[in-house]
Structures are given as structure tokens and as C-alpha cells.
């Protein structure tokens, strides 16, 4: 059974809740997930009155970089899958004598 965030101490609680805040980057030309937007984390501290933000601040990149490796991983599962759809194609060789 997958662990929900009600499993974890109550830090990491506010460390999900907070990285749920920050903003999304996408790659404009690629469409490719970037990570989150970290230039808000200060602010979005200091406006729920965060008692350590550098705990929290620790903790939410551990859960980034958690959230960057599973998304690689989708990528390149989406990559490979379109790798073999391309190469199935049956290429047929005709052997002509002129």
C-alpha cells in the first residue's frame, strides 16, 4: 500500500503542502517539465509563519527531487515506447535485376 502524507511526521506534511504552492516551469518549446519556480518560497515562508523554514526548505527538495526522477523516468519510458512503435515498421527490401 503506498504511503499517503498523513504517514509522514508533520514537517514533511508542511514541506508537501508548501511544495504544492510553488508554481510549475514548463520548457516553452519542448513542453518539458522544468521543476518548480522557487522564487516565491521565501514569501509563501514568511505568509504561513513556516517555524523552520530551512527543515521545510530541505525537505522540499528532497520531495522535488523525488517528483524530477520519477518524471525522467516517464520520459523515457514514453521515449522508448515511441522508440519501438517507430522501428516496428516492417521495412521491405525487393531484390530487382535490370
Do not use: C
Not at 503506498?2 to 510553488?22: G, K, N, T
Not at 523515457?76 to 522501428?87: I, L, M, P, V
Amino acid at each position: 500500500m503506498p504511503l499517503s502524507q498523513s504517514d509522514f511526521p508533520s514537517e514533511v506534511q508542511v514541506a508537501f503542502f508548501m511544495y504544492s504552492l510553488l508554481s510549475d516551469v514548463w520548457d516553452g518549446m519542448s513542453g518539458m517539465y522544468m521543476g518548480k519556480d522557487w522564487s516565491s518560497a521565501d514569501f509563501i515562508f514568511k505568509t504561513y509563519e513556516v517555524e523552520n523554514p530551512k527543515e521545510t526548505l530541505y525537505f522540499m527538495k528532497l520531495i522535488e527531487h523525488q517528483n524530477m526522477a520519477h518524471k525522467a523516468e516517464q520520459s523515457e519510458r514514453k521515449r522508448k515506447a515511441e522508440e519501438r512503435k517507430a522501428s516496428s515498421g516492417k521495412n521491405f527490401t525487393h531484390n530487382v535485376k535490370g
